[in-house]
């Protein structure tokens, strides 16, 4: 005798890659750098990857979420001196904050929040491997990881690749350095920052360093999605999944990447030194967090955007379009309600459409409308 069974496929297309899925997806997203009030941009980043666990987990599979915390870092040491504090506690006052942010906007806690000062070993025997595959070399007390390649990866040329570099204080003019592009996994020791020991000396783990380490981890050679603000495709993104690569034989390290948009406010890039950061805590003050999460979610996730207060507006409108469409009856609409379940599904299964998702569970209402809410957190 057998026995039908009607379980529908769990795949999902992201960024134009069709992944197959059985059981359990594993994302990896790049978390917080703790030094600084979290804003907007980060937190449109954060409420993506929650949308994407929570389509995976409508599509059937248990998304494991790994969002990690870099509270070692060159620009926290900075911030942590100026505050006259140590890394850590300033590091861990700063992420209260950040938690507070993610539970007023219904992000849920992710299944592993793996902390860069927990993983100094790890790094240090990432560095090991990577010397070992001949892939890496010292100097001046420093492990760097050779970058050729890297830009490629990142569809870049090497001009813009350093210029990146530069940004994101990867000191390719460093003279311990073969080449601008290599980065350090493991840094020599500076006044200034908190150091570990190692076999080359004192010194701390790298950036791109600390991420492989910590998703290699948690998860091993692998992940289904990597996730991020598009800002760290190159270098961090590049590297990390590079030195992943090299050191596991495993390629690629990501099925699919997931780099949601940047947010701009009037065309420039938010900064405390422009004095244009968007405080998540100000925007619910005078809004619900289900309006600002639509607000970030009612778009394609990839794309950049710029914020506008009246974005706000737009979005609660939305919101209140939706809300009314769920209260709606659907008597005797059973096999619509069925035909628009399958049809919300294929709309967020593909690219997390949830524009199109929206339209579709407003105009039909009642349970398309209340399982989309249900499924996006807009309750
Ligand atoms: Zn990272």
């Known amino acids: 005798m057998t026995r039908a069974h009607a379980a529908p496929a769990a795949a999902a297309v992201i960024a134009g890659r069709r992944l197959e899925l059985l059981d359990k997806a594993r994302v990896y997203a790049c978390g917080i750098t703790p030094y600084d009030v979290t804003h907007l941009g980060h937190s449109a980043t954060f409420v993506w990857v929650d949308a994407l666990a929570r389509t995976l987990r409508f599509l059937g599979v248990k998304p494991e979420v790994c969002r990690n915390i870099t509270d070692v870092d060159d620009v926290l040491d900075a911030a942590a001196r100026r505050a006259g504090s140590s890394y ?3 590091a861990a006052i700063q992420q209260f904050q950040f938690d507070q942010d993610m539970a007023a906007l219904h992000v849920r806690p992710p299944e592993h929040e793996p902390r860069a000062h927990r993983y100094v070993e790890q790094v240090i025997r990432l560095a090991s491997g990577l010397l070992d595959a001949g892939a890496a070399y010292v100097s001046r007390g420093s492990v760097y990881f050779r970058g050729q390649g890297a830009e490629g990866r990142a569809g870049l040329d090497r001009a813009a690749a350093l210029r990146l570099s530069a940004e994101c204080g990867g000191r390719p003019d460093d003279p311990a350095k073969d080449d ?16 570990w020991q190692s076999p080359w000396g004192p010194g701390r783990p790298g950036w791109h360093a600390e991420c492989a ?13 990597h ?10 993104h590049a590297y990390h999944a590079a030195m992943a ?19 701009t406010v009037d065309g ?3 900064a405390k030194s422009a004095g244009n950061l968007v405080l998540v805590g100000k925007l619910l003050a005078t809004y619900p967090p289900a309006a600002v999460r639509l607000m970030i979610l009612d778009r394609p996730w990839g794309q950049p955007w710029d914020y506008r207060p009246a974005l706000l507006e737009t979005a609660a409108n939305r919101l209140d379009e939706l809300h009314r469409a769920a209260g709606r009856t659907a008597a005797g609409r059973a096999a619509g309600d069925s035909a628009a379940a399958g049809e919300l599904r294929r709309l967020l299964a593909t690219e997390l459409d949830v524009g199109a998702a929206l339209d579709l569970a407003i105009e039909t209402g009642g349970a398309a409308a209340r399982t989309l809410a249900s499924v996006l957190g807009l309750n």
């Open 88 to 90: 850590d506690v300033f």
């Open 245 to 263: 690569e090299v050191f596991t034989g495993v390629r690629p390290y990501a099925r699919a990447w997931f780099h949601a948009g940047t947010v």
């Open 213 to 225: 380490a910590m998703a290699m981890s948690v998860f091993g050679p692998a992940v289904d999605v």
């Open 268 to 270: 420039a890039k938010m």
């Open 227 to 236: 996730a991020g603000g598009a800002d760290l495709r190159f270098p961090h």
């Open 180 to 195: 601008p592009l290599d980065v350090a996994v493991w840094q020599a020791g500076e006044p200034g920052h908190p150091a």
